[in-house]
């Protein structure tokens, strides 16, 4: 078991309910069984197509959502068997960066009472003791101590991402779970964000899971990577071990979509067939079949163990 994050056997279902008296009717699977370790000082990527699972997964690794069965033990401890005062302790060293800035962040808060908030939540600071803290702090990202007093419509996207960045950074975490943090930017900004968020964490010794379905920003930025496809993980690998040797035919038709800046360059692509099935009713054996251009006869019935192929390269397929 990994000392700083480990997962084993993570389940996360969601119930589907009908009726007046709300029966349920079925479960969604949106993560069902997943086992992996997060090594400190690491940016672990999660990428895949959308519905894999990805974004629900980093919501429960950070205790947002309440999980279905498994066990999560970050620094040694299982903070799914914990109360909720042992976990607000140990929460202290988890922060969060959401999807859409825009969205991410109250309209009605300044920025002072934003990137505070957390410092008031756990009791680390307040009054002018406060104010020097998110001062400091919007300096760290980029931003300015003037800016404390002003609301988030009075900002662009790559600034309010800044600001869910210093909020994320308020109470000095050790592990940031960052969900698609540069999607919702322009082209010319993600760059920057992505440059902030490597300094910061050689600054502050962070360990990152960065979740995305850009291969080409999860390659730029991470030292490993997790392909997921309904809910599980199909292969994981270190990041130049991965993108130069992929094994997984789902791991290899989405490194065929990752464009080539170069008009020259001729690339073939992988076309899957069909679309993702639902995580309602899934496909017996390994889910990927349906669409998978290397499907054998087992690959109907039998679902795939997640080996080692090579040293620190796991891949699930009978291939």
């Known amino acids: 078991m990994n000392d700083f994050y480990s997962v084993e056997d993570l389940k996360k279902y969601f119930p589907i309910r009908r009726g007046v008296l709300s029966h349920e009717v079925g479960q969604v699977k949106a993560v069902d069984g997943v086992s992996f370790d997060i090594r400190e000082g690491e940016t672990l990527g999660i990428a895949g197509e959308s519905g894999c699972g990805k974004t629900t997964l980093g919501r429960c690794l950070i205790g947002v959502l309440p999980v279905t069965s498994g066990n999560l033990f970050f620094m040694g401890q299982n903070i799914n068997t914990m109360r909720r005062r042992e976990f607000n302790n140990i929460r202290l060293n988890m922060g969060m960066i959401f999807q859409d800035p825009y969205s991410s962040l109250n309209p009605r808060m300044t920025v002072g009472d934003i990137v505070g908030e957390p410092l008031l939540n756990f009791n680390i600071a307040r009054g002018s003791e406060k104010d020097k803290m998110v001062a400091e702090l919007l300096t760290k990202v980029g931003l300015s101590k003037r800016h404390i007093y002003r609301y988030p419509h009075e900002f662009s996207g790559g600034q309010k991402q800044r600001i869910g960045i210093a909020r994320a950074l308020a109470v000095h975490p050790k592990l940031i779970i960052a969900d698609e943090p540069v999607a919702a930017l322009d082209v010319s900004v993600r760059a920057t964000i ?20 850009d291969l080409s920003v999860v390659k730029h930025i991470c030292d490993r990577v997790m392909i997921m496809y309904l809910g599980k993980i199909v292969e994981i690998a270190e990041t130049d071990e991965l993108y130069s040797r992929p094994e997984h035919p789902y791991t290899k038709a989405l490194m065929s979509a990752i464009p080539i800046p170069d008009p020259t360059s001729k690339k073939e692509r992988i076309i899957l067939p069909g679309d993702v099935p639902t995580p309602v009713n899934l496909p017996k054996g390994c889910r990927f079949h349906p669409r998978c251009l290397e499907a054998k006869q087992e690959c109907h019935g039998e679902e795939p163990e997640l080996i080692e192929v090579r040293e620190g390269h796991y891949v699930a397929c009978h291939d």
């Not at 992505?194 to 962070?206: A, G």
Request: proline share 0%; net charge negative; glycine share 0%.
């Open 194 to 213: 992505l440059n902030l968020m490597r300094d910061l964490q050689t600054e502050f010794n962070l360990t990152y899971v960065f979740i995305s379905h």
